[in-house]
């Protein structure tokens, strides 16, 4: 059974005059309760259409009715990877051994990533109705939400908001009579980037190293204790109760056909106005930095952006006007990863910006697997050979080489992107690279500088 959608309609708000002076309206779905007052109460959640669509879905649909709504708005993960929402649901439904576990990806540590610290914080409950409906859709009974050990008010404002949805009975026994039992539990990491990893995560989880897993088998059928889990990232749990009150259609419509719905990108750098913006999939990289993010700070130039956080292969001018989905990102040779746009003006050195997170990704190396253990240790070494004006021109092949082995060979995704960053600027502004082995030294800021 559909849910009906003709009385609900989506919220659009008239937003204040852009730089340009133009008037922007914007669809907002998953931040539409930010600007309350008192967002993250329980009762600020009610009035705008909070817990609406779990009693109805419990009353008024079967499991099977829910999931076929979420295939119908081709929800696509949020957390980086865009794997359908609906096929990983049905995978885990089709499995008949109990219990099921729902985890919620909260372990938000992608440089540049910021925009599920907002929901959490703001919007706790969208989160776990999303995570109760998953739960239905599944037949799970325990769920988990695994959040940084970085954002320790996040953990409280959860805590408190699970508590408040059990006293109303929107989690717990027996959840509004219907004989649906969900329990959720907050559990901290511990500062490991890894861990954001989904078999990584399970790992810490269940008490032991995080460390990514070999997949096959996958977390859906082989997850918690061995056991059926859907992993979903924050952003795609919040999405979830807007879609059942509306439909899986009306999701479907907003965005690309490729890529549907709303996306929040997280943007930093050299921006006038850094911050998270919900807009709809497929806008450009130009409409995003020059209308939304108020253009490049000191009227300077625009030179490069990561898309996807440091993971992703970066952009440069000529590229402004690529769509910002899984698949044009992907034909573009970068990808939307966590939508984590840092951008970059042109006192950027680039070869000094991909140093530093060079030593980021080699830092968090769970160290499990050679490639990407040693690999980036090796990397580090040849930015810390050529910034010191020691490096030779074997070099550039020496890194490309190495590179690619880490990219083919390592276990996880955590390797397999790391060297993007490497890949990308070495290919767009190779002249930067060229100009240290000449020992011609740029005069340029790093990442670290944009802050």
Not at 94 to 108: G, H, T, V
Request: charged share 25%; with cysteine.
């Amino acid at each position: 059974m559909r849910i009906s959608t003709g009385r609900f309609q989506p919220t659009v708000l008239v937003a204040s005059l852009s730089h340009t002076g133009r008037r922007r309206s914007v669809l907002k779905i998953l931040t539409r309760n930010i600007d309350r007052p008192n967002p993250a109460h329980i009762d600020s959640y009610l009035v705008n259409e909070g817990y609406v669509a779990l009693p109805r879905a419990l009353n008024e649909m079967g499991p099977e009715d829910v999931l076929e709504e979420v295939k119908l708005s081709r929800l696509r993960g949020r957390g980086g990877a865009g794997f359908p929402a609906g096929m990983k649901w049905d995978f885990a439904s089709r499995d008949r051994r109990s219990p099921k576990f729902i985890i919620c990806n909260a372990d938000e540590g992608e440089p540049g990533t910021f925009k599920d610290r907002v929901l959490i914080e703001n919007d706790p409950h969208a989160i776990l109705e999303g995570m109760a409906l998953a739960a239905y859709a599944v037949g799970a009974e325990y769920g988990f939400i695994y959040i940084r050990g970085e954002y320790p008010f996040g953990a409280r404002v959860l805590e408190r908001a699970i508590k408040e949805a059990e006293e109303r009975s929107f989690l717990g026994e027996n959840i509004l009579n219907s004989g649906f039992n969900f329990t959720i539990t907050v559990h901290r990491g511990a500062g490991a980037y890894v861990c954001g990893e989904e078999t990584a995560l399970i790992e810490s989880l269940e008490g032991k190293r995080g460390q990514s897993r070999i997949r096959p088998p996958f977390p859906v059928n082989v997850g918690y204790s061995d056991l059926p889990t859907v992993v979903n990232n924050v952003e795609t749990l919040a999405s979830i109760p807007q879609i059942l009150l509306r439909g899986g259609d009306w999701y479907a419509g907003i965005g690309t056909p490729e890529c549907p719905g709303t996306k929040l990108f997280s943007v930093s750098g050299h921006v006038v106005n850094p911050g998270v913006y919900e807009l709809p999939m497929g806008v450009t990289l130009r409409e995003l930095v020059f209308e939304h993010a108020g253009g490049m700070r000191d009227n300077r130039s625009f030179k490069a952006a990561f898309p996807g956080g440091a993971s992703s292969a970066c952009l440069d001018e000529s590229q402004l006007d690529v769509k910002l989905d899984f698949n044009a990102l992907a034909a573009a040779g970068s990808m939307l990863g966590s939508g984590a746009v840092m951008v970059l003006d042109d006192t950027a050195d680039m070869v000094k910006v991909t140093h530093v997170l060079i030593k980021f990704f080699e830092h968090e190396s769970c160290g499990k697997c050679t490639p990407c253990r040693e690999g980036l240790f090796w990397v580090r070494r040849i930015f810390d050979r050529i910034l010191e004006g020691r490096g030779a021109m074997a070099d550039l092949d020496l890194l490309s080489d190495i590179c690619e082995s880490i990219r083919t060979t390592s276990f996880c995704g955590l390797g397999e992107a790391s060297v993007s960053c490497v890949t990308s600027t070495m290919e767009k502004f190779r002249d930067e690279y060229l100009g240290y082995l000449k020992g011609e030294e740029p005069d340029g800021g790093t990442l670290e500088e944009s802050a």
